[in-house]
């Protein structure tokens, strides 16, 4: 088994609704976002998917957050964009765009900081 990994930032700011503390008020990040695949598959060039098409994936869709509140973001309108919240949306859409590929989104990372994380997996 093979395992790929891409990794792209973004910076946004957020607030976490109904959160009793400092997090309530709006704050910003510079968010770290990794996404793991895994294959068992490797094409006639010995690659299982370019780095190119998986980092233009994650860019287009970190385009919806970068430089954003994340409360007006679609994906946040009803939900707290929590870092597993952004996890889990990122895994989603991303999941829609590599299913050409025979390949298996294993998880989304998200790091808030350089020492918090939140991982998302189906």
Not at 20 to 27: F, I
Not at 38 to 66: C, P, S, T, Y
Not at 91 to 104: D, L, R, T
């Amino acid at each position: 088994m093979f395992e790929l990994m891409v990794e792209s930032s973004f910076d946004a700011a957020h607030q976490l609704r109904k959160y009793e503390g400092p997090c309530e008020r709006l704050h910003g990040h510079s968010w770290k976002v990794q996404v793991f695949l895994e294959g068992n598959r490797l094409d006639k060039l010995g690659l299982m998917v370019d780095f190119k098409k998986l980092k233009a994936i994650l860019q287009k869709i970190l385009r919806d957050f970068d430089h954003h509140n994340l409360n007006s973001v679609k994906y946040f309108k009803k939900i707290n964009p929590t870092s597993e919240n952004v996890a889990q949306v990122i895994y989603k859409e991303f999941a829609k765009q590599i299913k050409k590929h025979k390949v298996k989104l294993s998880k989304v990372t998200v790091w808030e900081s350089s020492s918090t994380y939140a991982s998302y997996s189906e």
